[in-house]
């Protein structure tokens, strides 16, 4: 079983519609969490990132960490046809340094 | 602010050959991780470089190795290639001296083993 399990997808949702992305994790070590977007042929980019439980939002973004539960979510409202993409789950521990632990990702799009 | 490079961005190998894949850092960047994507197993931590020593390392086979330079700069090199070692190779940047650092990714290396 791996250390970060998230739901491959694809998940299709009209655009205007929340999507809502999600991801179980079992090292109780893990501190940092994280979301990145990978559009085709790029390199991840950095969307999210939240220490430890609580929850946090950056305009139409919002992520969401359950420590207790080791489970995180990421929701977008408003979602545009330039949110296709796929997003990936990250997570670190403190002695992690700068090793990340992915999720397989999820695909995601949105149709106009 | 100048990204992440790599190069070169795709490469095609045969079986038993040897590669090496280049990375250049944000400037003032002195952390540079390796990652390899593939569709079966996504995302996969090889190693990291801080200050030109190996600083963490992830579970593959001795065949994956890397160093850095005193500018930051980071190679990557698998020897012995097998077919699947075909995968998209990832360096991501970031100044590493936080227990957390936002690192920045490069647009890859696509490599190809036939």
């Known amino acids: 079983q791996k250390e970060v399990e998230q739901d491959p997808g694809p998940l299709s949702v009209p655009e205007g519609a929340i999507v809502s992305l999600n991801c179980t994790y079992s090292?109780?070590?893990?501190?940092?969490f994280m979301w990145y977007r990978q559009y085709s042929r790029k390199g991840p980019e950095l969307l999210m990132y939240?220490?430890?439980?609580g929850n946090k939002e950056d305009g139409r973004f919002t992520a969401q960490v359950d420590k207790s539960s080791k489970y995180i979510s990421l929701f977008i409202r408003d979602s545009q046809p330039s949110d296709s993409a796929t997003y990936l789950c990250?997570?670190?521990?403190?002695?992690?340094?700068?090793?990340?632990?992915f999720g397989g990702g999820t695909r995601v799009l949105v149709k106009p | 602010k100048a990204g992440v490079t790599q190069t070169p961005r795709y490469l095609i190998k045969t079986r038993g050959q040897q590669v090496t894949l280049s990375c250049s850092p944000i400037?003032?960047?002195?952390?540079v991780s390796w990652y390899q994507q593939t569709p079966g197993q996504g995302l996969q931590f090889l190693f990291e470089?801080?200050?030109?020593?190996?600083?963490n390392k992830g579970n593959f086979p001795g065949r994956f190795s890397g160093r850095q330079f005193s500018n930051s700069r980071s190679e990557m090199n698998v020897s012995t290639l097998e077919l699947g070692d075909s995968a998209l190779y990832l360096c991501?940047?970031?100044?590493?001296?936080?227990?957390?650092?936002?690192?920045?990714f490069g647009p890859g290396t696509r490599l190809t083993v036939l």
């Open positions: 470089y801080f200050s030109e020593t190996q600083r």
């Open positions: 090292n109780s070590a893990f501190q940092y």
């Open positions: 939240t220490y430890s439980s």
């Open positions: 400037s003032g960047h002195r952390s």
């Open positions: 991501a940047s970031s100044s590493g001296l936080a227990d957390y650092n936002e690192q920045f």
């Open positions: 990250a997570m670190s521990g403190m002695a992690g340094g700068n090793k990340l632990t």
